[in-house]
């Protein structure tokens, strides 16, 4: 119990401090902190955090690993707490087609569409679940050597992401929600991120209705707001380390 107790303060405290990091990014940017929504990311921590998180007022989780993300959620389901049934869940990790019909039941909304196998497979699971599922299309902004770029982290190419798109909006249990992105290793985040809301602007001119940006980690959210984004993705900042297993 006093364990418990500490970890929410520990909780309310980090929420605190990344809540004042959003609201000077959003006033540096020019933006309303309104605007942008902090997706606390949850992955290797336990479901009671996600409870706490939902008490202290957090409407957006983001898991990454299915068998996790579906125990954590059947235990949050069972809470009573007030706001744990309004919070969305986000899918942030490579979707395997053969866990997509798991994925599809609990997740409110999946952030890391890169292929056609996957759009497939999860408006089937959709389907079979008899809900709709929410979809952003993860786009590499990786550039390799000479620019070829290479899809070191998953996502779809640039010059890919209308052809995706028009599958997603084809498909008939899911929902085209937005695009969202995860910076290279090696490159300054802004610059990335300006690169990215370039991908944005093209593709938003052809789906206006697909709002959502998901960009910025703990390390980068400012320069991720900077860029437009609507979404940011927080772990460390939020939860603290993740133990280093994975
Ligand atoms: C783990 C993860 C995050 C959160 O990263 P932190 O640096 O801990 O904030 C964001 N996005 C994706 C896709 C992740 O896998």
Redesign the pocket.
Known sequence: MADEVARRAELADNLGEVRGRLEQACAAAGRNVGEVSLVA?T?TWPAADVVALAELGIRDV?E?RDQEAAAKHAVCLESSVAGIKDVRWHF??QVQTNKARSIARYSDIVQ?VDRSAVVVALSRGAEAAQRRVGVCLQVSLEQGPAGEQSPARGGVMPRDVEGLADEVESAPHIDLLGLMT?APLGEEPRSAYERFAGVVEDFQRNHPQATLVSAG???DLEAAVASGATHV?????LLGH?PKVR
Do not use: L
Request: aromatic share 0%; glycine share 24%.
């Open positions: 990311v992955k983001g990454n942030i990790g890391a995860v980690m703990s390390g993705r927080i772990g460390t900042a993740r």
